[in-house]
C-alpha cells in the first residue's frame, strides 16, 4: 500500500531518514518503484536533464503534467511529487489551479520553491487539501537573477533569513523542505528547528534526508556532475558498449 502524505512529516518524530530520487519516465519510475525508496520527485530539473535546456526557466506546466503522467504510470508503491514550475505560482489563484492539474496527473504532492515571499500560496494550496513541500536554498528557478549556483547560509544575514523561512513554511504545514546547497552547519540548525523532515541536496550530513537527480546516482549525464553526487554506476559507459558492440555486428566488423 503507498503511503500517504502525512507520513513524510511523521517521519521526523520516528527518527527515520528518508530517501528521495528524481524520475521523470515510466520506465525509471516502475523500476524505482520497487527499491524500498521514500519518494519519487517529477523534478523541473527535466528541463536540462531530459529537453536538454540550459536551466530549469524554460519548463512549462506542460512539460510538468506530460512527464508526471508517465511517472505516476510507473510507481504503485511509491509516493509522487511534482515540481511547480518557474511562472505556475505567480498568485495564490494561480498556484491552486495548477496544483489541481499536478494532481489530477497523478501527484501525491507539489513541491515549491521560496521563503516566506511565496506563504500565500503555499497557504491557499494547502487549504485546497493538497500537500505541499517546500524548498529553500539555492532556488534553481532563480539561477538566471542570481548568476548561478552557490551554497547558501555563509553570511549572517542570509542564515537568519533562511532560518526564518524554514520556520515559516514548517509552520504554515508543508510536509517536508528540500534545502539545497545550504550551507552544512545552517541545514543542521534548520533540521534540528523545524517539525517537519529537511531533505538535503548538497547540503551536509545532517539533514533528515537526502534527494538526488536518478541520472547522478547511475552515471547516465556524464557531461556534468555536480561535486556532491557520487555516481553508483556507469550506466552512460554501459550504454555505450552495449550500443558499439550491436553497430558492430550488424555491419560484421
Known amino acids: 500500500m503507498k503511503p500517504t502524505p502525512a507520513s513524510l512529516r511523521a517521519s521526523k ?19 524505482l518503484d520497487g527499491c524500498g525508496l521514500d519518494l519519487l520527485l517529477i523534478g523541473d530539473s527535466l528541463g536540462m536533464v531530459v529537453l ?3 536551466d530549469t526557466t ?18 504503485e508503491k511509491t509516493l509522487i511529487a511534482a515540481d511547480l514550475p518557474a511562472g505556475s505560482c505567480a498568485t495564490p489563484e494561480l498556484a491552486v489551479k495548477n496544483s489541481r492539474l499536478l494532481r489530477e496527473a497523478g501527484a501525491d504532492l507539489v513541491k515549491i520553491e521560496g521563503g516566506r515571499e511565496i506563504l500565500p500560496m503555499v497557504q491557499a494550496i494547502i487549504a485546497e487539501g493538497i500537500p505541499v513541500i517546500g524548498h529553500l536554498g539555492m ?11 552557490r551554497i547558501k547560509g555563509k553570511s549572517d544575514t542570509e542564515a537568519e533569513r533562511l532560518a526564518a523561512d524554514a520556520q515559516a513554511l514548517a509552520e504554515s504545514g508543508v510536509q517536508a523542505l528540500v534545502l539545497e546547497l545550504v550551507h552544512a552547519p545552517l541545514a543542521a540548525q534548520i533540521t534540528r528547528a523545524v517539525p517537519c523532515p529537511t531533505i ?32 553508483r554506476a556507469d550506466l ?18
Request: overall charge neutral; glycine content about 12%; charged content about 25%.
Open 52 to 54: 536538454g535546456q540550459p
Open 200 to 231: 538535503g541536496i548538497g547540503s551536509g550530513k545532517d539533514c533528515d534526508g537526502n534527494i538526488l537527480v536518478f541520472h547522478d546516482l547511475v552515471g547516465l549525464f556524464p557531461w556534468f556532475r555536480p561535486k556532491f553526487a557520487t555516481p
Open 58 to 75: 524554460q519548463v512549462t506546466m506542460a512539460d510538468m503534467l506530460h512527464h508526471t503522467r508517465a511517472v505516476a504510470r510507473g510507481a
Open 236 to 253: 552512460a559507459g554501459e550504454i555505450e558498449r552495449a550500443v558499439g558492440e550491436f553497430a558492430r555486428e550488424v555491419r560484421g566488423d
Open 13 to 31: 518524530s520516528s527518527g527515520r531518514r528518508l530517501a528521495w530520487l528524481t524520475a521523470y519516465d515510466y520506465p525509471t519510475a516502475r523500476v
Open 139 to 149: 532556488l534553481p528557478q532563480r539561477v538566471v537573477e542570481e548568476g548561478g549556483y
